[in-house]
């Protein structure tokens, strides 16, 4: 089969929007006219003299059809007739207020972006200019400020600040006191150091008691310990030397939330004692005191352990940890008023609050119609109902927040005014 000469095949490029220069050589007059390219750079040379060299030399090396369907660059054109209308609006007695400027917000509040008057196309910058350029307004900058993110910086100034007194205290934060690093678990985690010390106190609280020891012989010693470790506390909060050394000797003993801003909670704990050994009865006081070195412990021991699993009570405080805190109060109350009051009962018996009967006052006995008799309760129920309060009382004092004080101040005080008031009130304390 012969073949076919293939016929001549031409591909016309799609007709551009007209524009004033295409309206002006005649473009849709003479469709099959062509301009040279030597012709069409004379003709927009005319027309914008703000095109760039390269711009024309871009066109020349171009096809004619291809480059007639670029848009031109009317950005020169724009700012001529902006400043057209300022000139007018000027003569007129009205501010210089062009149509671009309207659009973009001026004269109605919003801020003006703005206007480049330069037309010469833009180019990268090449890296060592970049960092000419950076070095030049650094140098000529004003300095940064260096104590911004400084470890001094974050360093509580004064007693004022009270920086870490937002942290919660259970746990307290890592990082503050080396030792907690070291022994993350046993230090930081569980406080075993800590609670050793706060259960400690009990024991030797009973010891004491079993000594014959009395209340006003304890309570001078308390207030002595109490003065200067506070001094020492406000030392180390004005003097960070002093401060790192007492946070490495008593770090174990410490949580991290008191390592710079908040006081030690043996200021809190001595402060407790003192108060319900100085103003409570014997036995109300070293219960206080058991219920302090005991029920607190118990409740953080199950509330971190437990706490997860039952609804929260308050901030650092669930509901595991203040049935633990009732439950050991109940026995605490039960051994010491069953057992080891009785038996170490050898001084003054008319110190005790407890004198082993319990009574509703006259007001209650005369409105329900009781006497004497029928409204005491004596031996193993009267122990049964003081202990049961006694765990109550632990209970409350340990949930309780009394405007973010520590607990170690506020369990004995509340523990013992509400043990203090109940016997008072059921007419058994013997003054």
């Not at 080891?340 to 609050?353: E, H, I, N, S, Y």
Request: hydrophobic share 40%; aromatic share 8%; net charge neutral.
């Amino acid at each position: 089969m012969p073949s076919r000469p293939v016929p001549a095949t031409r591909v016309i490029s799609p007709s551009p929007t007209p524009t004033e220069q295409s309206a002006r050589d005649g473009y849709f007059a003479k469709p099959n006219a062509r301009l040279s390219s030597v012709e069409r750079v004379e003709e927009l040379s005319a027309a914008d003299e703000d095109t760039t060299i390269g711009d024309l030399e871009e066109e020349t090396e171009e096809d004619v059809d291809l480059a007639r369907a670029r848009p031109r660059n009317r950005s020169s054109q724009m700012a001529r007739k902006a400043q057209t209308e300022a000139g007018e609006r000027m003569m007129n007695g009205r501010s210089p207020k062009t149509s671009a400027q309207a659009q973009d917000g001026v004269g109605i509040g919003l801020p003006t972006p703005p206007v480049s008057t330069s037309t010469q196309p833009r180019r990268r910058k090449q890296p060592q200019e970049a960092t000419l350029s950076e070095s030049s307004s650094t140098s000529t900058s004003k300095p940064p400020t260096t104590d911004l993110l400084t470890p001094a910086s974050a360093y509580p100034r004064g007693l004022g600040s009270a920086y870490w007194r937002n942290l919660s205290r259970s746990p307290s934060p890592l990082g503050l006191i080396p030792v907690h690093r070291s022994w993350r678990t046993t230090i930081h985690n569980h406080e075993l150091p800590r609670k050793a010390l706060h259960v400690s106190i009990g024991f030797l609280t009973l010891y004491l008691f079993h000594l014959d020891f009395e209340t006003s012989q304890i309570h001078p010693v308390l207030l002595n310990l109490l003065i200067p470790i506070f001094l020492v506390d406000i030392i180390r909060f004005r003097w960070p030397a002093f401060n790192r050394f007492y946070i490495g000797v008593m770090g174990p003993f410490m949580r991290e939330a008191e390592a710079h801003d908040r006081y030690n909670g043996v200021i809190s704990y001595l402060a407790g004692l003192w108060f319900t050994l100085r103003f409570c009865s014997k036995d109300v006081g070293v219960m206080s005191v058991l219920l302090l070195s005991w029920c607190d412990t118990a409740a953080s021991t199950f509330g971190r352990w437990l706490g997860r699993y039952t609804p929260r009570i308050r901030k650092g405080k669930s509901l595991a940890g203040s049935l633990a805190a009732f439950v050991v109060g109940v026995a605490t109350a039960g051994v010491f008023w069953g057992v080891l009051a009785p038996a170490g009962a050898r001084g003054d018996q008319a110190a005790f609050a407890f004198q082993g009967s319990l009574m509703l006052p006259a007001p209650i006995r005369e409105a329900v119609g009781l006497s004497a008799a029928q409204a005491t309760v004596e031996g193993g129920v009267a122990l049964a109902v003081l202990s049961v309060f006694s765990g109550l009382a632990a209970s409350v004092g340990e949930a309780i927040d009394l405007g973010g004080l520590d607990d170690n101040l506020t369990i004995p005080i509340l523990c013992g005014l509400e043990l203090e008031g109940f016997l008072w009130g059921l007419g058994t304390v013997v003054r």
